[in-house]
């Protein structure tokens, strides 16, 4: 009777110890700033890296902007820029996160350049502000201004 009972203690004790390792090594959960830094971050490094799908992940699908443009045509915007094979660099300085609920607001200071490293002095400006949502998947941008005059300084 012994013999058949070591082998299930054995079992017992190291799915107890996966466990208790599992919920003393897990990360804490990011707060919704946090999960909307990590939005723009992976925005700034899909746009450097010409990622048209990784962007546009995080663009929800009823996206509006006052300029006219929906998700469709964000994308297009894009996807034009990523066939341009100039590098892009970005600097972000995110200078507000607001979250109320499942709604978010963000501000942004953007310095980019095209074809080299964005540099103080050389390389374009822009003031972004985005509206987010919080949908399924995660925080989306639903309606942002200020990067479409990126178009102008990119297409020079």
């Known amino acids: ?8 203690v054995f079992v017992v004790v190291v799915i107890g110890a996966g466990g208790a390792w599992y919920l003393l090594t897990r990360p804490e959960p990011l707060s919704d700033e946090q999960q909307i830094l990590r939005l723009i971050a992976d925005v700034q490094r899909a746009v450097e890296q010409r990622k048209t799908s990784d962007v546009m992940r995080y663009v929800s699908e009823d996206y509006h902007d006052t300029r006219g ?17 100039s590098t892009m660099d970005l600097s972000v300085q995110v200078t507000s996160v607001e979250v109320q609920g499942d709604s978010a607001t963000f501000a942004a200071e ?24 919080r949908e399924r998947g995660g925080w989306k941008v639903a309606s942002a201004e200020g990067w479409q005059d990126a178009e102008s300084g990119y297409f020079q």
Not at 1 to 8: C, I, K, Q, S, Y
Not at 75 to 80: D, G, H, I, P, T
């Open 1 to 8: 009777m012994l013999r058949r009972l070591v082998p299930w």
């Open 69 to 85: 443009l929906d998700r469709r045509a964000v994308q297009r915007l894009v996807m034009a820029g990523a066939r341009d094979r």
């Open 110 to 133: 953007v310095d980019y350049s095209v074809g080299g490293p964005a540099m103080p002095g050389q390389s374009n400006h822009l003031t972004v502000r985005g509206e987010l949502r």
